[in-house]
């Protein structure tokens, strides 16, 4: 029966250390870069492609923008996909979003989203949570076949809206219900 040497342990977690380095938490890479430029490219598709949302977006306190959620099931199904939140059009935190589900369901899908915040007690609470997941109380503004944002007098209201765009995949339809975001480091 072999035993283990303090000298073989220390040597062991050295050499180990080389290995858990390459899982570093995000702090000197290039990961934030990345996603404010999708962020940016995805609010220029935005605002060009559906000039109603320009409105929505002056009138509230933050925007937290993905760019791209990727959605896969079968039976089991499963989401991700990391952006930023944005307040007075500066980037203040980096999220991901997170989604699992159960169910008749197969395909996969591609899409990104934008949560305006409406009210800055919406805001609030979402940058104090831990893990804030997007509930029934959450309204959205659609959008149409003539491909226009539609925002009804309910919508307009709400402290948070959400607007889902470029959908691409074999998933039918796309919902935030369930969705939990987390605060990261890119």
């Known amino acids: 029966m072999n035993t283990f040497s303090r ?23 290039n ?13 220029d598709y935005l605002y060009s492609n559906h000039p109603n949302s320009v409105d929505l977006a002056n009138k509230a306190t933050g ?40 169910g008749l369901q197969i395909g996969a899908s591609q899409y990104a989203h934008v949560l305006f915040f409406m009210t800055q007690g919406a805001l609030e609470e979402f940058r104090r949570s831990r893990g804030w997941a997007a509930g029934a109380d959450l309204k959205y503004a659609v959008i149409d076949e003539g491909q226009t944002l539609a925002a009804g007098t309910t919508t307009v209201l709400a402290p ?25 480091i890119p």
């Not at 000298?7 to 890479?29: P, Q, W, Y």
């Not at 937290?64 to 989401?79: I, K, S």
């Not at 765009?165 to 605060?183: D, H, N, W």
């Open 7 to 29: 000298r073989s342990f220390a040597l062991t977690g050295l050499a180990s250390l080389g290995v858990t380095a390459a899982c570093g938490n995000g702090v000197g890479s």
């Open 31 to 43: 990961g934030a870069q990345e996603i404010d430029a999708r962020v940016d490219n995805t609010l």
């Open 63 to 102: 925007i937290l923008v993905m760019p791209v959620v990727t959605e896969a099931g079968f039976g089991f199904g499963a989401g991700y996909g990391r952006g930023a939140l944005r307040v007075n059009d500066v980037t203040v935190d980096y999220y991901s979003a997170t989604k699992g589900s159960f």
């Open 160 to 184: 948070v809206i959400a607007v889902i765009f470029g959908q691409a995949g074999l998933q039918v339809g796309a919902t935030l219900e369930g969705v939990k975001y987390s605060r990261i």
